[in-house]
């Protein structure tokens, strides 16, 4: 039984390789280690280089960091486009109305955002959505950059709408599950709404859950829910949602 974690800040572990073999006693093999600012996209990258049998890297710039950061844009953005030949995925990146809470903010963030899209689809990458607040405005970007490039999309934590949940089974956007499905009924009903071949499974790491330790090797209980909620074998979860990762980079499942 292989599983994936496809959204985790990995570079903040101080002892990588020990939550990797953590994580490996889980059956999780496989982690997507997103960036959000200049510093942690070269650590990811560096992650990845050192470890490409079980790192999957995710160069972005978070919308968050974007708007206190406006200065150092420019540079920011020419240095993820001149290394993202070596990522897997772009991201994470987004739109985050928590914290543009104006108008020139929120067009800061989309403009940010779309020059991010516009590399994904220059190298042929699948992006990882962040949704804060903008879970529309984000979902139509997402479908727009799938129907223009070919590319897949992800939305990240993507589960407080049945009815936006329905648009991406319709769409074909992929939508990732986190550990805050283990214990909130509302999280649980809109999971279960997620396209089987769309689902993705996710700890967005080391964020503690209702101050709970959070780790990659978190995603087994995220796939053991499901598969209870499913009325599925754990391993026919693991499969599924190992496949769609796969599908979602859009190669072959080693």
């Not at 889980?26 to 997103?34: D, P, Q």
């Not at 020059?115 to 190298?123: N, P, R, S, T, V």
């Not at 223009?148 to 089974?169: D, P, Y």
Request: glycine share 6%.
């Amino acid at each position: 039984m292989i599983l994936v974690d496809t959204h985790c800040h990995l570079e903040t572990f101080a002892d990588i390789d020990s939550v990797l073999n953590q994580a490996k006693t889980c059956s999780v093999e496989h982690v997507v280690a997103v960036s959000q600012d200049p510093s942690s996209m070269r650590s990811v990258l560096d992650i990845g280089i050192e470890r490409p049998n079980s790192v999957w890297v995710g160069l972005g710039l978070h919308p968050a960091w974007v708007l206190h950061n406006e200065n150092s844009l420019d540079s920011a953005l020419d240095w993820m486009e001149r290394h993202s030949s070596r990522a897997d995925v772009i991201g994470e990146i987004g739109l985050d109305f928590k914290y543009a809470d104006d108008r020139r903010q929120q067009s800061l963030q989309r403009r940010v955002l779309e020059i991010q899209l516009d590399i994904a689809g220059k190298i042929r990458k699948p992006i990882n959505l962040h949704s804060r607040r903008s879970q529309r405005q984000t979902l139509q970007l997402a479908i727009d950059f799938k129907r223009r490039t070919g590319l897949n999309a992800q939305m990240h934590w993507f589960t407080e709408s049945k009815k936006l949940v329905r648009i991406c089974n319709d769409e074909g956007i992929f939508v990732s599950v986190g550990p805050t499905v283990l214990n909130d009924e509302t999280v649980q009903q809109v999971a279960l709404e997620i396209d089987r071949s769309l689902l993705l499974l996710e700890t967005d790491s080391p964020v503690p859950i209702d101050g709970i330790e959070n780790f990659p090797g978190c995603v087994r209980q995220v796939a053991q829910t499901m598969a209870k909620l499913s009325g599925s074998e754990l391993e026919d979860v693991a499969a599924q949602t190992t496949g769609n990762f796969f599908r979602f980079l859009g190669i072959d499942q080693p």
